[in-house]
């Protein structure tokens, strides 16, 4: 008998694996397709290749040099560059690990027969713990199921050519993403969004930034648009963006407690039957790799007993790789008002950034938000080159409840786009040495 099964060999599935062989228990890992699921094979991992790709290979930033590539003509080079060089590689690393560990692999569906057994196939696999990680699968709107246009994003991965046209259904975070690349391989982007604008919930000014640059690239964007038949979109193809939801599939019929389509957990990513954890997109709670990979660590720490872990949801970071990247965390300045605060703000745009400005991306800016009275930053938001990797910084800041006095001290290194950060914390009182000084 297992200490520990783990059916998924996602974000969430593997690193739940490894760390319970690092805590000293003999783990199962049951994985029905690729190791490294959705975000290894078709999610997180070749979407941002394509987006290095497109920048790479799109027209020159700098007018004095001449380039220009047909990136639709090359797409299926690009796609066994990407699937052969890429995933397989990471993949085969994935497999290293579990062997190093001491991880049996085993491969095929996993469905869980009883609190402590799952069946695979004729073959019964017994276990002190189950953690089902089996992840989430596209949503599809009923009207869009009957067309031959429409594509999930998983889809996207088997097309052999790129057609002119595309409509992409859902402004959120996929859907924006895609826009931005699949526009700078030259296809032409319809984006259509049902709420009033494009990624519900962010910082207005952000969003603003973002649907301004889709306008100036040729991207044509609807928001408050509800498709009420499919003949409405004309494009060759539809890629619907709505989101994922659970797969369920390895639940099994023995009790687990379900809530909206999803498997119910607490902070201890523990379901309702004590021995046996939910992590990642199945538990329904954030559809994030990064949290998926935490929650599969959490629950390895309970599994083993070492600690009463807990995972903490407060400060989540997002990333958005679209043009210009975008990088999220904390409050906005509108969810910081709603809550009570009274708050105050600094803003520096990317194009009074000398590393912006010398290699030609100053589009975006930084935006700080903090409380009035104590001065704790609230929310750091950004937008332009490198603000996926800039998110980190803002995380560690918010986090540790850092404030605006605590960046003022720090040196930041030039030229950077970390400058960026601390020009706008100094905005918050209207210190930033390279701002003009605002008019009384």
């Known amino acids: 008998m297992y200490d520990v099964i783990i059916i998924g060999g996602g974000p969430g599935g593997y690193p739940c694996a490894v760390r319970c062989a690092q805590y000293g228990l003999k783990a199962c890992l049951i994985e029905e397709k690729e190791l490294g699921g959705i975000c290894l094979n078709k999610g997180c991992i070749p979407t941002k290749s394509l987006f290095a790709i497109s920048e790479e290979l799109g027209k020159s930033r700098y007018g004095s ?144 930034t973002l649907k301004n640059s889709m306008a100036k690239a040729g991207i044509q964007v609807f928001t408050g648009k509800k498709i009420e038949s499919i003949d409405e979109i004309k494009e060759k193809k539809i890629i619907v963006a709505v989101g994922r939801m659970p797969n369920l599939s390895a639940a099994g019929d023995i009790g687990l407690e379900t809530e909206n389509g999803r498997l119910k957990t607490g902070a201890s990513m523990r379901t309702n039957i004590e021995n046996i954890y939910a992590v990642g997109d199945v538990n329904g709670k954030y559809p994030y790799a990064y949290i998926a990979t935490k929650e599969g660590e959490v629950a390895a720490a309970n599994i083993a007993g070492r600690e009463n872990a807990a995972m903490d949801y407060e400060d989540i970071p997002e990333t958005i790789f679209a043009k210009p990247e975008i990088g999220l965390c904390g409050m906005t300045e509108k969810q910081a008002k709603d809550s009570g605060r009274s708050v105050k703000t600094g803003k520096f745009p ?86 003009p000084p605002v008019k009384k």
């Not at 990317?350 to 609230?378: N, Q």
């Open 65 to 208: 040099i001449k380039k220009e590539t047909s990136l639709a003509a090359g797409w299926e080079g690009v796609l066994k560059e990407i699937k052969t060089d890429v995933i397989l590689r990471l993949r085969t690393g994935v497999s290293f690990l579990l062997k190093q560990n001491g991880i049996d692999f085993v491969q095929g569906h996993g469905k869980i027969a009883g609190k402590n057994s799952v069946q695979v196939g004729d073959r019964t696999i017994e276990g002190k713990n189950i953690v089902v990680a089996t992840g989430g699968t596209p949503c599809t709107p009923a009207i869009c199921r009957t067309d031959k246009r429409t594509l999930s994003s998983d889809d996207l991965w088997d097309t052999e050519s790129l057609p002119e046209s595309i409509a992409i259904v859902g402004g959120g975070v996929i859907g924006c993403e895609f826009a931005s690349i699949l526009n700078r391989f030259g296809v032409k982007i319809t984006l259509y969004e049902m709420a009033d604008t494009l990624l519900p919930g962010k910082d207005a000014d952000i969003v603003s």
């Open 350 to 435: 990317f194009a009074a950034l000398g590393k912006a400005y010398a290699e030609k991306h100053t589009e975006g800016f930084v935006k700080v938000v903090a409380d009035s009275g104590t001065e704790e930053i609230l929310g750091i938001h950004i937008i332009g080159k490198g603000a996926t990797e800039l998110v980190a910084f803002s995380t560690l800041a918010i986090k540790n409840r850092l404030k605006i006095e605590s960046l003022e001290k720090m040196l930041f290194c030039h030229p950077t786009y970390a400058e960026g950060i601390m020009e706008a914390a100094e905005d918050v009182n209207k210190k930033s040495i390279h701002l």
